[in-house]
Structures are given as C-alpha cells and as structure tokens.
C-alpha cells in the first residue's frame, strides 16, 4: 500500500530555531506536494504546496524543498515562533491504481508534533 | 479558498446509535471527501462524494457502517451507523479544487462514543 513516510514524529526547538520536517513518497499520480498544519481542536490547513517546475517555494517564513531524484520533500521553518506549535502533515497524491480510479486523493503522512520553545 | 462549515462540532453518542454530520461549502465543488482522524494520529480516508454519483469507499469502509449523500454541489452528510467506542474520532469533510490541485478541510466533528 502506498506510503508517505514523514519524520520525525515530534520535534523541539527554541524560538527562532528552523525546524525541517522530511517526507518521503513512493509512485504519485502527479507531482504536487502539499503540507498542512494543524492546531489541537482545528481541521488541518493548507500551509503550503509545491508541484515540482521548480524545486524550492517559499511562503513568508515556510520553504518547501524538493528532491525529485530521491522522491524527498522537506518543510522548512524560519524563525520559528511558538505560535507554531502545531501538529505538521505532509501529502503526496495517490499513485493511480486502476484505469477508473479517481486519484485526486491525497496520502497524508504520520505527522510531526512541533513545539517551539519561548 | 472554500469555506467548509461542519455540524455538529462535537457530539457524545451511546453505542449503537448513528450521528449524521453535516458538512457545507461556501462554492460549488465538483469532488468532496470524508476523512477520519483518531486521536494523535494522521488523516484517513473514509470516501469520496461526487455529486449525481454513489459514493466511493477506501478499504475497510462499508456504506452500510457510513452512508454518504450529496444532494448538490455544496452539501454532504456521513451517517456514522451503530455506533461503537472505536468510532471515536475527528471527522472531516474536505473538498478539492481541480483548478489548483489545492485542497481544503473543514474544522472536523468531534465525536464520542460512550
């Protein structure tokens, strides 16, 4: 069954530090690669997304970068601030697996819990 | 970005009851999706509703267990059947935009089998 495997499962760092979530995907239908954060009691938000033209996106303070080769992508955070304490889910789209099959479904990591120290 | 709105938010349920949750959307959406997420854990999906089609379920969800509707383009429910505690969980309506490939996630119903 199709996999993304995201590390690490949590993660500390003080205010100010750069966080770096890893993704792995195996086949996808399509190259697009979204993650989400998401706060205790709220549905997950999209964050940010990168469909691999290029192999780095920046969002204010959020880069996505992208290793096509390795089947790899990594969130980046900058000046992490503790509002940033969230739970982090990265998505790869499902590999087609029949010809009926609608693939735009999304695989969602296990998710990295982030603390960010004051 | 679509604005989903859920209900309820949360619900304490006995066993053996069903709950139906309610999901809307702020703009007509083509696909829709139901995802189911325990405690401290990641994001499941349940099935996806088409509009003017039958529901299509993931491995190891039945339509007897969580019927779907979706009666037009901004609307959908999940009936939860015959309740039991391990159906308690986070769940979240999503729908898809196919221009952007972007996808969004309402804020879940929270529910507690007791």
């Known amino acids: 069954q199709q996999q993304v495997k995201q590390s690490p499962q949590s993660l500390i760092v003080q205010k100010g530090g750069i966080p770096i979530i890893n993704c792995a995907y195996e086949n996808t239908a399509f190259d697009y690669f979204p993650w989400y954060q998401q706060f205790p009691g709220k549905g997950p938000a999209l964050l940010i997304a990168?469909?691999?033209?290029?192999s780095e996106k920046k969002e204010g303070r959020f880069t996505i970068s992208f290793n096509k080769s390795a089947k790899q992508f990594s969130l980046h955070i900058m000046d992490s601030q503790p509002g940033d304490s969230a739970t982090y889910f990265c998505?790869?789209?499902?590999?087609?697996?029949?010809?009926?099959?609608?693939?735009?479904?999304?695989?969602f990591g296990s998710g990295t819990r982030l603390l960010v120290r004051p | 970005s679509a604005v989903i709105s859920q209900k309820p938010s949360r619900d304490i349920c006995q066993r053996g009851t069903s709950l139906t949750i309610q999901c809307q959307v702020d703009?007509?959406?083509?696909?829709m999706f139901w995802y189911r997420q325990q405690p401290g854990q990641s994001l499941t999906l349940i099935a996806t509703?088409?509009?003017?089609?039958?529901?299509?379920?993931e491995s190891g969800f039945v339509i007897d267990k969580f019927p779907i509707s979706r009666p037009n383009l901004t609307f959908s429910t999940l009936t939860v059947s015959n309740m039991s505690p391990e159906d308690s969980s986070i769940y979240l309506c999503?729908?898809?935009?196919?221009?952007?490939?972007?996808?969004?996630f309402g804020p879940g119903t929270r529910l507690t089998v007791t």
């Open positions: 990168i469909r691999p033209d290029v």
């Open positions: 998505a790869a789209p499902r590999a087609y697996q029949r010809w009926s099959d609608s693939s735009y479904k999304l695989i």
């Open positions: 703009s007509q959406v083509t696909m």
């Open positions: 509703a088409n509009q003017g089609s039958e529901a299509t379920y």
């Open positions: 999503s729908v898809f935009g196919l221009a952007n490939y972007e996808q969004y």
